[in-house]
C-alpha cells in the first residue's frame, strides 16, 4: 500500500519525461562525450543496506551486495536493516577529495541497486534512506562536495528491483514473500521513470546515468530505446551506458552487432584483449572480490597492478572505473584509501599519460603501453615502461619519425639521448627506473606519425592435424613482407610474402615489412604446431544426451565431486541446471562422449559463472576453475572422426549462474556444442 498513494503522481510524472531527444549529428556526439573521454579515470561507489551484513550472513562470509539475493533473505528480514542504516562518519568533502586526490574525473554512485533501496530523498517509495535513522540525502550532498572539488556527480540505477511489488520476475524462493499474482510491469517502469526524473533534475549537472540489472527477459531492446530517449529529453547532454538497452555481451560489456548500445560499453572485471577503433568503452572494476562492502575479504589488488591496469585501459582508448565499496558507518576501507593514495601520487606526477589521450597507435609493446596525444603539429607518445631495459636502451620499433624530444615524466628536465637503427628509435634510459610501478617517457615526434606495425600473421588455430592455411597481411601501404619459416628474424632476401601459404609440419613463421629494401617494422612471430589427433573410441549403442551428477556445497574452486554425495543423477540432452534442487551452492559432473564429424582440429569453450573445467578423452582442454562472474576460456585438441569421452564439471556458490559449453573448427563457426553430438 506504501506505492499507492504515489501512483497517480509517478503515472503523470513518467507520461512528462515522456520527451523526444533531436538525433544528434556526429559532432554533437562528439562534443557530448569530450568530457568522458577526456577523464579517463573515475570512482565506483555500492554503497546500501548490504554494508550492514558486511558481506556476512548466518555464519558464511563470502556475500556482497547481491546479499539478499545470494543467502534468499525473506523482505520482512531484509527490511529490517533500513531501521539500523545510520552512517554517521559519513563525510561527502571527504568523498570527493578522496577521488579528486587520487587522479579521479568522475564518481559513480548506487543511488538504487538491485535490493530496490535508494540512497536519495525519492516521493516514489518510502524505501529510502530519508525513512532510516540517518534521515539525509546522501546524493545531495555528493553533488555540492563534487561540485566544490571539480569532480563530475554520476548516478547508477538499477533495472532489475528486488523489492518493488511491481518488478517481475520473481525468484523461485521468494513467491511465498513477494506473491506476483497482482505485479504489473507498466507500473513498475512508470515508477522507475518517475525516480529518473528525480535523479535527473534534483542534483544539478549529472554526467552519466549508469544502468545495471538489464538481462532478465522482461526488459527488451524497445525498453531500453525509450529510456534512453526519454533520459537525453530531459538532459540532451546526459552520458548514458548500454545496460540500458538488452544487447551487452556479458561481462565483456560491449554491445552485440545490430543491437541499441546508449553511448558506451561497459566490460566488468575485464579488459579488452585490444583496443576497439570507434567505440567507446569503460572497464569497472573491484580493488578486491566484491562490489559492496564485506569485512572478510582482504584479497585487494596492488596499487602497482591497478596503476598498471589504467595505463593498459587507456592505452587501448578506454576508461577506468575502479570501485570503492564503503562501511556502514559511511568510511572506506583503509585497505581502498592506501591504494587510493598510491594512485593519486603516480598521477600527480603522470596525469597527462592518461587525461584525454588516445590508443596506442602500436599493435605491440614488449615493453610496456603506449598513450597518444596529437597537439598542433605534433604527436606526442607517453612510453609506459612496465619492463624495464637491462641494457640502457628502449627499443621503439616500427617508428619512423625522428624524435624531437624524450624525457622521463617523474624526470622533466632531464633529456635522454635517442638514436636510430633500421625502422626502431633507440632511446637511452638509465639503470634502473624512477618508478617501479610504471615509468612514462614523453617522446615527442616531428611530423606526422610515421609508423609501420609488424604484419598480423593470421589463422583460425595454433595446432592442426593435416595441414594450415595462413596469412600475412600489412595495413602499410608502399610496403612488401619477407617472412622465414624456421624462427629466424627476416632480412631483405627472405621470402617475400605474395599469397596464403599452406603448411604441413611444425612451423615457427616470422614476419617484418620492407620498404626499398629497408625494414620498416617490428617482426611478427607466430608458432604452428602439428599434433597427432586422439583415437576414437568403440562404444556399443550410446544413448542420447549427457549423463549427469548433480551435489550441494559450498566451495571456492571446483571440488573432487568423485569424493561427494550425488544428491541427484540421470540424463539430459544438453548441459542443463534443470535438475538442481537450490539456486546456489551446487554443482554438477557432466559425463558422456561426443560424436565428432571428423579428423580435425576442434577449440572448446566454457562461460561460466563460478567455475568449470572441460575434458576430453581425460585431457584437461579448458580451465576455467575459481570465483568468478561470467568468464568464457577456451582449449584447443586434435581429435579423430568418431565417439570420444567428454567430462565438464560446474560449480556455483553465490550470484548469477550460467554454464555455457562451445565448439569451433576450421570446417565448423563457433557454436553452443550440438546436442546432436552427445551421447552417454
Known sequence: MRYFRYFLFFILAGCRFHTVAQPETYEQHNARMSWWREARFGMFIHWGLYAIPAGEWKGKTGYGEWVRHSAEIPLNVYDQFQGKFNPVRFNADAWARTAREAGMKYLVITSKHHDGFCMFDTRQTGFSIMNTPFGRDVMKELSAACRKQGIRLCFYYSIMDWHHPDYLPRRDWEAMDRPADSASFDRYVAYMKAQLKELITQYGDIGVLWFDGEW??????????ELYTCVRGLRPDILVNNRVGAGRLDMEGLTREGAFGGDFGTPEQQIPATGIPGTDWETCMTMNDHWGYNKADKNYKPARELIRML???????????????????????????????????????????????????????????????????????????????????????????????????????????????????????????????????????????????PPVIRADFDQFVDKLRIEIVSSQPGVEIRFTGDGTDPVDTSFLYTEPLEIRGTVTCKARCFRGGKAVSGTAARTFTQVIPYVARAVENPAAGIHYRYYEGTWDSLPDFDTLKVIREGSLPCFSFSPRASLERFGFSYTGYIRVPERNIYTFYTASDDGSRLYIDGKLVVDNDGLHSLLEKEGTIGLARGLHAIRVVFFEKTGSDELKVSVKSPILPKQPLPAVWLFH
Open 216 to 225: 532478465e527477459n522482461n526488459w527488451n531492446e524497445t525498453w531500453g530505446k
Open 311 to 453: 595505463a593498459d585501459i587507456a592505452s587501448k582508448g578506454g576508461n577506468f572505473l575502479l570501485n570503492v565499496g564503503p562501511t556502514a558507518e559511511g568510511t572506506m576501507p583503509t585497505e581502498s584509501l592506501d591504494r587510493l593514495k598510491e594512485i593519486g601520487k603516480w598521477m600527480k606526477v603522470n596525469g597527462e599519460a592518461i587525461y584525454g589521450t588516445q590508443a596506442s597507435p602500436f599493435t605491440d609493446t614488449p615493453w610496456g603501453r603506449c598513450t597518444m596525444k596529437k597537439e598542433n603539429d605534433s604527436v606526442i607518445l607517453y612510453l609506459h615502461i612496465f619492463h624495464w631495459p637491462t641494457d640502457g636502451r628502449l627499443v621503439v620499433s616500427g617508428l619512423l619519425n625522428d624524435a624531437r624530444t624524450a624525457a622521463l615524466l617523474p624526470q622533466p628536465g632531464r633529456s635522454l639521448p635517442v638514436s636510430r637503427f633500421d625502422d626502431a628509435l633507440l632511446i637511452g634510459v638509465p639503470s634502473l627506473p624512477p618508478d617501479s610501478n610504471n615509468t612514462v617517457i614523453k617522446l615527442v615526434l616531428t611530423g606526422p606519425l610515421d609508423l609501420t606495425n
